[in-house]
């Protein structure tokens, strides 16, 4: 079992930066994923990064590429998502979450590959 809470969102301006935490703890022998997704009120929710256990391999999804970077801090079982250069389109729930599989073959990006989710932080960018 993974338990996971994201903290870091808010309002921002357009341009501006912010920094998501998700603090995880639980039994992390089998995860050897995490990701950050988000998900606009009447849209699906989007997978936009992810990276493997150990830091070693990250994905990112095309519409922040650039902008974005995820990481983790394994000593702090913590995941971050630094955010850059945010737009207005940017504006969303931000929700992390672990997947107790493999993170090297799989659509990483699909957010019904991850087993576990918290419960999500806002941002808002606004002009």
Known sequence: QVQLVESGGGSVQAGGSLRLSCAT???YTSTYCWGWFRQAPGKEREGIAAISTGGTFTYYADSVKGRFTISRDSA???LYLQMNSLKLEDTSMYYCAA???NCWSF??????NYNYWGQGTQVTVSS
């Open 76 to 78: 702090k079982n913590t």
């Open 25 to 27: 703890s639980g039994y």
């Open 99 to 101: 997947r107790t599989s």
């Open 107 to 112: 659509a990483y990006l699909v957010p019904k």
